[in-house]
Nanobody
Framework: QVQLVESGGGSVQAGGSLRLSCVVS????????MGWFRQAPGKEREAVAG???????VYADSVKGRFTISRDNAKNTLYLQMNSLKPEDTAMYYC?????????????????????WGQGTQVTVSP
């Protein structure tokens, strides 16, 4: 059974930092493309960052230069380092997984293409 469990969310002031983690179990972690998505109240879920099985990465324009996605295959863990946080980053953050080489074949990450999801972790950034 595939499981993704996020942690690391919280409340910070604008300009602060948080690191999200997602521990994965139930499949060969290193062979999958992993992504972070977020959803704010009243808004659609949006892709934040992705990392594929060859460690290629992609970022939403709104987070480029501030967020860094990484993975530790030995620990079956995905990370999202978030710096210079802004109030507009406030959302529920989800990690998700899909088949490997996804970023090679797609110009953008679509949530409907991701098969496995965590339960989410809340990030709140105050002005």
């Amino acid at each position: 059974q595939v499981q993704l469990v996020e942690s690391g969310g919280g409340s910070v002031q604008a300009g602060g930092s948080l690191r999200l983690s997602c521990v994965v179990s139930g499949y060969t972690y290193g062979s999958y493309c992993m992504g972070w998505f977020r959803q704010a109240p009243g808004k659609e879920r949006e892709a934040v960052a992705g990392i594929d099985s060859d460690d290629s990465t992609v970022y939403a324009d709104s987070v480029k230069g501030r967020f860094t996605i990484s993975r530790d295959n030995a620990k079956n863990t995905l990370y999202l380092q978030m710096n210079s946080l802004k109030p507009e980053d406030t959302a529920m953050y989800y990690c998700a997984a899909t088949r490997g080489w996804y970023l090679l074949e797609h110009a953008a990450m679509l949530s409907t293409d991701f098969d496995y999801w965590g339960q989410g972790t809340q990030v709140t950034v105050s002005p």
